[in-house]
């Protein structure tokens, strides 16, 4: 599968942007989804994933209430919104795809085999 990012940018602390990522290749709907993120100088880090069938998502504790994963099977396509964006958001935004069990999520870089190549948001204060 390939993955292709979009809507990054430049934004004030406090606005808000909707990343989405495209996917073609292969059967969408067999994919568990996951974001990272990485900021200059340091590790990859998850930030939300989801199910192939959008049962289960999971956050990482520094997104959790701000950000909201979500997927559109028939458009091959995930997406993450995120509302109140920090200065420490900065980052390139990657999305991911893994072949998973059908509740499944994934949060460790590691588990994912499929990366886009990513698009930079960046929060200014």
């Known amino acids: 599968v390939q993955l292709v990012e979009s809507g990054g940018g430049l934004v004030q602390a406090g606005d808000s942007l909707r990343l989405s990522c495209t996917a073609s290749?292969?059967?969408?709907?067999?994919?568990?989804m996951g974001w990272f993120r990485q900021a200059p100088g340091e590790e990859r880090e998850f930030v939300a994933t989801i199910s192939r069938n959008s049962d289960s998502t999971a956050y990482s504790d520094s997104v959790k209430g701000r950000f909201t994963v979500s997927r559109n099977n028939r458009k091959s396509m995930v997406s993450l919104q995120m509302n109140g964006l920090k200065p420490e958001d900065t980052a390139v935004y990657y999305c991911?795809?893994?072949?998973?069990?059908?509740?499944?999520?994934?949060?460790?870089?590691?588990?994912?085999?499929?990366w886009g190549q990513g698009t930079q948001v960046t929060v200014s204060s």
């Open positions: 290749g292969s059967s969408f709907d067999w994919y568990t």
């Open positions: 991911a795809a893994i072949e998973g069990v059908l509740r499944d999520t994934a949060t460790q870089v590691s588990q994912y085999k499929y």
